[in-house]
């Protein structure tokens, strides 16, 4: 018998998440392990009016390119991508490893190289989400790789992956709007706040966030969710911070960064392990060497750190930062190849200040 839960989040991801409306086109973005899952979306889309593209992606294909990939490969943006990018209503990715690290030996240089050719395509998709024209939403289907990676049984990591989406509970959609009117509240400070200051362990981090708006992640973009978020003024950020969580990019796990930053801009970065891809990716472009995302994590339903950034950047008691490209519907101008999220405790001795004001300490919302 299928889990009822996949069918109960295929139905909020749908309905909720990106509200599919007739007529609409609705990519669907699926691993072959989460076919259970992808094809519940497809029967969603359907039942909603829409018309879905099912894509199909194999794992292993990753590996295979950057194996094989020549320059001109690593140089070539897709027109077919592009094409979807610009006329496609709904985006629904679904994320689901069988391997967690199958591209930990890819080379660095040719995945950054990759990166940087398909910009314009990643330019395309913000700036359609910021007006509105691209509805999408990230989500996880519980593998055992992935429940490895957690340090859990998959049955355990199932539990996990589901409560914390919410579909355990009678009316996930009732639950995701509580959370919203609770951010809402954060936002409507925030948005008045024009200097924030960040300090903890190795930490001392000041931005202007001036007239930037700031984003009320209630499951809308991502399933779990819960963080709210802006741009800082580009040229603003002045400081050190470091990154005590470990973060997994490119397949390549990246452990205990630290930055600091003058008039907006890296000018010291070190990573204990996975340096030389932190070396390479901050040297991508201009933008790669800024943060183009400051966040509050908001979630503390999920109680554990997974090495998934999905989960980890909404841990509450947690900051995270974005090094590249920045959301537009922040007002913030960053623009870049990558966006590059890096995770912070702040449960201990820690706190943020908003014009002269404490408004966060030790992992907790204060106003």
């Known amino acids: 018998m299928a889990d009822p839960r996949i069918e109960k989040l295929a139905k909020l991801t749908v309905k909720y998440s990106i509200d599919v409306k007739k007529g609409d086109t609705v990519l669907i973005a699926a691993p072959t392990v989460s076919e259970p899952l992808a094809l519940e979306m497809y029967r969603e889309v359907l039942r909603a009016g829409g018309h879905p593209i099912m894509q199909p992606v194999f794992e292993r294909a990753s590996e295979i390119y950057y194996e094989e990939a020549k320059p001109h490969q690593l140089d070539h943006m897709s027109q077919y991508k592009k094409y979807l990018y610009k006329n496609i209503d709904g985006l629904i990715s679904i994320m689901a490893d069988e391997n967690t690290r199958a591209l930990s030996n890819a080379d660095p240089k040719k995945m950054v190289r990759n990166a940087k050719a398909s910009s314009e395509l990643q330019e395309i998709f913000m700036n359609r989400s910021a007006k509105g024209e691209l509805k999408w939403c990230g989500l996880p289907y519980p593998t055992s790789a992935m429940a490895q990676e957690a340090s859990m049984s998959l049955s355990e990591y199932e539990n996990f992956v589901y409560s914390s989406c919410l579909v355990d509970k009678r009316d996930p959609v009732a639950e995701w709007k509580k959370i919203s009117k609770v951010q809402e509240k954060m936002i409507k400070y925030l948005d008045k706040v024009s200097k924030l200051e960040f300090y903890g362990e190795d930490t001392d981090l000041k931005m202007s966030v001036k007239g930037r708006k700031w984003i009320n992640c209630d499951g809308k973009f991502n399933m779990p969710d819960g963080e709210v978020f802006t741009g800082p003024v580009e040229n603003s950020v002045e400081g050190k911070i470091r990154f005590t969580f470990p973060s997994i990019h490119m397949g390549n796990e990246v452990e205990d960064i630290t930055m600091e930053f003058k008039k907006g801009k890296i000018v010291k970065a ?90 966060y300490k030790n992992g907790k919302w204060l106003k």
């Open 270 to 359: 070190h990573a204990e392990k996975g340096n030389k891809l932190l070396q390479n990716i901050i040297k991508i472009d201009e933008g790669a060497s800024r943060l183009g995302e400051v966040a509050i994590g908001t979630n503390h339903g999920i109680k554990k750190f997974t090495k998934s950034i999905l989960f980890d950047e909404k841990l509450g008691g947690t900051i995270h930062m974005a090094i590249g490209m920045a959301y537009p519907e922040t007002k913030a101008k960053n623009k870049s190849a990558i966006h590059w999220d890096m995770i912070k405790d702040m449960k201990r001795n820690a706190e943020i200040i908003a014009d002269g004001e404490v408004i």
